[in-house]
Nanobody, 114 residues
Framework: VQLQASGGGLVQPGGSLRLSCAAS????????MGWYRQAPGKQRELVAA???????NYADSVKGRFTISRDNAKNTLYLQMASLKPEDTAVYYC?????????WGQGTQVTVSS
């Protein structure tokens, strides 16, 4: 499975962005899909995940601001980000796992700056 992330860019603090992750095949059977991010000099961290359909999990730092969703018909995972802060600046990666096999997208840069 190939994952193609898009939607990153430069946004001012308080702004919004929507990231998309298009999969090369059906995501219906994916056990877990999620978004990670990695800021310069920091470890990659989980931002949000959606498990077996509709169960979602968020990092404390993004709760109430980010929303993860998936569209099985379009084979696409989304991350709607609102009230963005400078500390949200990072490369965002989409991730999927199916029966223990993990897949990663190439990353999309999100920069929050005035």
């Amino acid at each position: 499975v190939q994952l193609q992330a898009s939607g990153g860019g430069l946004v001012q603090p308080g702004g919004s962005l929507r990231l998309s992750c298009a999969a090369s095949r059906s995501i219906f059977s994916m056990n877990v899909m999620g978004w990670y991010r990695q800021a310069p000099g920091k470890q990659r961290e989980l931002v949000a995940a959606i498990i077996s359909g509709d169960v979602t999990n968020y990092a404390d730092s993004v709760k109430g601001r980010f929303t993860i969703s998936r569209d099985n018909a379009k084979n696409t995972l989304y991350l709607q980000m609102a009230s963005l802060k400078p500390e949200d600046t990072a490369v965002y990666y989409c991730h999927a796992k199916r029966y223990g096999v993990a897949y990663w997208g190439q990353g999309t840069q999100v920069t929050v700056s005035s």
